[in-house]
């Protein structure tokens, strides 16, 4: 009866603890754990000026949640928050323990992810000095715990300043192209050509407490597939293609980077419409890219259950390494986690070491612009080779042996006529060597794993993200939107060619060049994937750039940043890459139609668009005001007097419908 009531009363303090810290806890035999993820609050070192935060989370959040700053993603209020990444933060809260966790023979604070440079204190006590936002850190604090009002914080210092600092102190030796080299962080964090500069810091990932006796032991790694990465002479060169448990695949996809500036925000039901973009436009295969995050365990679950291959990065990209011990530990103890965390998930197909670092050394003009001498260019070769050649692979084979590595993506340039013969290509003499679209004929290579055309986002992220006086070409407002180099001269020359003649282009509205921005990218990619595809076995894959924007920009993406919505390629896309129709490919440039008015008339039932032409429209953009979900089919083509029927996805009452076709916007824009 005794023994009764004390363990009814030890239940009763766990229970309790467990409500007033605000944590969730969970308990077995071997191991119990509990949630630290309430009364957090953050503030500026040595500020003082404490204010409740969000965990996970990161600062820029923190800070706008407690209105301390304008949205980060409105007009150009990027370059006003440059001022956070100089800072150093700080984050704190406290906990107590139930007396079930202290009996245990350790205590274990774990953080999956710290981003980056934090120092950890329990009760004033240093526990924990972390470096890379992609390892999980713990530390034993069985010495240190208290049974109430124990407290945690953690320092972290703007990785911005240690990365400068460390480049400085290199002098007159120079990584190219960038300190963010020094740093196991996040890369598109420093600014990419499609995303902002913000620099952030916090706790990322879940922080908990666990106990134990003993610890558990590691379950047997079972391979889940055979999987092969096809390389063999042939009389072309090299093939490159993927068999899963024996069996040929041709791969269908895109490239993913992360879907937000802020990775605290991207939520299980962000993440299902993430994937859904991809599943639905017949997608096989993501690349997940190496200049942002290994993915949440959640986002691999979604690839496993809806048929996707992954092709992992390592998390690095356009960059050489520093070659010192500390960088390689660091490294080694990185890939470990991450491969043994993520091995068990079918879909991986391929690890590869990085994006287009090879290339980029011997072919992106670094030895001249950084005025590198012979013995730094040989050393940088020769810690390039360790890490990615030598290193990474055997840590991977320690852990994971069954699946196929590839030390970069790729090992050609798409100037060289290797990358057309072997290996697979990233293949941007079309946008980025303003070649002509069909050169696709004559540039497709066995495996091509990045290709692409610019958009602008859709309108109504442009409106929701700028004011009236901002919607002109080219405000300082849409630049700061726009992050690729020579950006928009590079859109107006596709345009000016397969078009509209783009002499006026400035006197157009923003609304009619956007929309033919993105009749360009659906032009491209419809026939961009039509060619490859045509070209198959020679050509085993077609992973275009990109699936996905972080932020409201200018960009490659075929999804907007707000709600994931299509732009005009998505549904190209779609078509192209389904298996049970041929991909068409386009014999006539839109400059060179001879069009009338389509006179496009329309009415609607229930959740369907029936929609007529007396002439034959071009790229029918069916627009409904504040709508959020998908379409059946959208920028489609009409022959005179056929009716076509679109499903709106999601129902909305009294739809306000726009419907614009091309020969609409080249009849206003001179």
Known sequence: MNRIKKNNLSMLLLLVATYFLGTSCSSNQEKISMEINKGWQFSEVTKNDWRPATVPGE???????????????????????????????????????????????????VFDGLDTYATVYINGIEILNANNMFRQWSADVKQNLKAENNELRIVFKSAQNVVDSLAKKDLPYVIPDNPRCYVRKAQYHFGWDWGPKFTTCGIWKAVRLEAYDEKETEEEYKVPHKYELVQEKDTAGTSFYFKIDDKAVYMKGANYIPSDAFLSRMTNAEYDKVIATAKD??????????????????FYDLCDKNGIYVWQDFMFAGTMVPGDKDFFDNVREEVKYQVKRLRHHPSIVVWCGNNEIDEAFKNWGWQKQFKMNKKDSIKLWGDYKRLFQDSIPKWVKEVDPHRPYVSSSPLFGWGKKESITQGDSHYWGIWWGIEDIEVAHKKTGRFVSEYGMQAMPNYSTIEKITIEEDRHLYSDVLKAHQKAGKGFTKLNSYIHRYFKDTTNVKTWSVKDYTYLTQCLQHYSFKNIIGIQRSKEPYNMGTLLWQLNDCW????????????????????????????????????????DLKLENPQITFKIEGNTITLKAVKAAKYVWIDIKGYTGRLSDNYFDLKAGEEK????????????????????VLSRSK
């Open 552 to 591: 409201p920009v200018a960009s490659w993406s075929i999804t907007d940043y707000y709600n994931r919505q299509p732009k005009a390629a998505w549904y190209a896309v779609k078509e192209a890459y389904r298996d049970d129709v041929k991909p068409t490919i386009d014999k006539v440039r839109p400059i």
């Open 59 to 109: 600062v820029h959040t923190d800070l706008l949640k407690n209105k301390m700053i304008p949205d980060p993603f409105y007009r150009d209020n990027e370059k006003k928050l440059v001022w956070i990444e100089k800072k150093d933060w700080e984050y704190k809260t406290t906990f107590n323990v139930a007396p079930e966790f202290l009996k245990k023979k350790n205590n274990l604070l």
């Open 645 to 664: 029927n679109i499903t709106i996805q999601t129902p909305i009452s009294k739809p306000e419908i726009t419907i614009t076709s091309l020969f609409d």
């Open 281 to 298: 436009a017949n997608m096989n295969m993501l690349r997940i890219w190496g200049g942002g995050i290994y993915e949440s365990d959640y």
